[in-house]
């Protein structure tokens, strides 16, 4: 990291830190939402961005995170976020392990079809499944049952929402900037740049003696747990996990994510989350045809500004200096 | 025994379906080289169609008549799908993989919402074609005739489509430009040509798939995102890009389901995307498919 980018990232986490003393807490939700997919689109992008394979089974992890947590509570009785968050971590790790097993041995087209079909597949178990699961209804994660910092804060009360939005972004914000910075260290890292030869030529990196499945094994088990974590904090913000967020559409909005902002990049899947967002809440607060814009959108990005938000933008202000 | 010789039946339905959504999935794969995941929707148009214009003409028209609005939904589906592959897919024929399936699901995205901004939510049914042909006995249980015509109409429509790609002066174009897009070019093929009736012919089929199936049951939103997954799971058992392998798949997979539905209701998705993980695992291929 330069010192410009060191510069760029202080500042906006400085921004980021002062958002709920100027915003209400309803726009203090909204950034927390998106902050919870940015996590997620970070996890998605190590694998499209930085190995070379489109997912289009994310929503399993970010469903595995959401109801790992839904029935920790339900069943053990849990309250407290942290041990909620070590349970989404074990339940999403466990499931990117095994369904990596199987993805890893495939690439492009066969790849995608495969993530697509065993995310398809938890789906319909969450969906059937109801005595466990609760089927469609799906299972209830009150914030007012939830301890932040080992039982330090709680939320009891019915007028506990606002404080529960303030202490939860900040819970969210520390989490978020955990990640960015792990995920910055990996792509980083020897094993980074290991899955970027990978991605740009499988057959010298395989010359050089890489071992390819173990590395996108990796990869896989990596982003799966990412999108986890993203789906454990998103739960409690949320109130509720339905079958919803395994069906495919929630995977294709993790993949929209980091073509929104351009998946070249490594800020541009969290600029894309929390700009779609926006994007999202205020599209289907104005019309209810919200689908059509954000397909139109998708499809001007790959035609004409593959390298998404980020991307375009560092090309414009290149050409003005 | 009645009940099995019904299921059979309910299954090749099914299958004649499946086939003409999935043989079509193949054939833009097999010649284009894209997965096309707004195919689904192409069905879903075609389906769409058929029962909306069923509905405006069943007063007017006799019931045979009737029959003719499945050919009409299979149309518009062609005629779309004529229109969006020059203009919107046919920039991405040299890109990368990931940027053609951003493409077609951003298509899909915007299909669903046309399909709702036009017809909008409340289901839409064709069944008159259905009582219009009455029940036949078969050992005794009743079972309708319109699902033996459309066995048939699949059966032809397998046969039509075989003798159309290995018997015709097209079909060796057709499969020249699969094999070699710019030998096929070189040989002075119009590559442009093939490529958008292949698509049309594609989504005739889809939207075929649609017609023949809205009179067995209603045309509900969101019914082509899940044939598409369907589909997905029958061309990868049967193999990407081969017509034979969409015949075969489309049968295990209605046999498979029609079974599951007996016997283990809850697991009856489950079993189809696992049967395909795992012949993915075993055949990454496929049945038919050739290697990539």
Known sequence: MNRRQAAAAAAVLVVLALVPAFAGTYQTQLLTYGLTLAIAALGFNLLLGYTGLLSFGHSAYFGAGAYGVALIMRYLGVSSMELFIVGGIICSAALAALFGVVCVRHTRIFFAILTLALSQVLWTLAYKFFWITGGTDGLRVPFSKLTLLGGLIDFPGADAFARFITFYYYYVLVVFCVCTALMWLIVHSPFGKTLQAIRDNETRARFLGVRIWRYRWLAFLVSGIFTGLAGTLWVPLNGLTTPDVLYWPQSGKIVFFAVLGGFRNFTGPIVGAVIFNYLEVYAIAVTEYWQITLGAILIVLVTFLPSGIVGTAQRLSAKLK | ?292
């Open chain 2, 1 to 292: 025994m009645e009940i099995v010789a019904l299921q059979v039946l309910n299954s090749l339905f099914y299958a004649a379906v499946l086939f003409l959504i999935a043989a079509g999935l193949s054939l833009i794969f097999g010649v284009m080289g894209i997965v096309n995941m707004a195919h689904g929707s192409f069905y879903a148009l075609g389906a769409y169609v058929t029962a909306w214009s069923v509905g405006a003409a069943a007063a007017a028209l006799p019931p045979a008549a009737l029959f003719v609005f499945l050919l009409l939904g299979a149309i518009s589906a062609a005629v779309i799908g004529l229109a969006i592959e020059p203009t919107l897919i046919r920039p991405f024929y040299r890109r990368q993989e990931e940027y053609q399936l951003l493409v077609t699901f951003g298509l899909l995205l915007v299909l669903e919402d046309v399909i709702r901004l036009v017809w909008g939510g409340t289901p839409l049914t064709a069944s008159g074609l259905v009582d219009s042909l009455g029940l036949v006995r078969i050992g005794g249980l009743p079972y309708p005739v319109y699902n033996l015509l459309m066995i048939g109409v699949g059966a032809v429509a397998a046969l039509a489509l075989w003798a159309f790609v290995y018997r015709t002066k097209f079909g060796v174009l057709l499969r020249a430009t699969a094999q070699d897009r710019r030998m096929a070019a070189a040989l002075g093929i119009d590559v442009g040509r093939i490529y958008v009736l292949a698509f049309g012919l594609g989504c005739f089929m889809a939207g075929l798939g649609g017609a023949i199936v809205v009179p067995s049951q209603a045309a509900v939103l969101g019914m082509g995102v899940e044939v598409l997954v369907i589909a997905f799971v029958v061309v990868v058992i049967g193999g990407l890009g081969s017509l034979e392998g969409a015949l075969v798949g489309a049968l295990i997979v209605s046999a498979l389901r029609t079974i599951t539905i007996q016997f283990w209701e809850e697991f009856e998705l489950a079993a189809l995307y696992l049967i395909a993980a795992i012949v993915l695992l075993i055949r990454p291929t496929g049945l038919f498919g050739r290697k990539a």
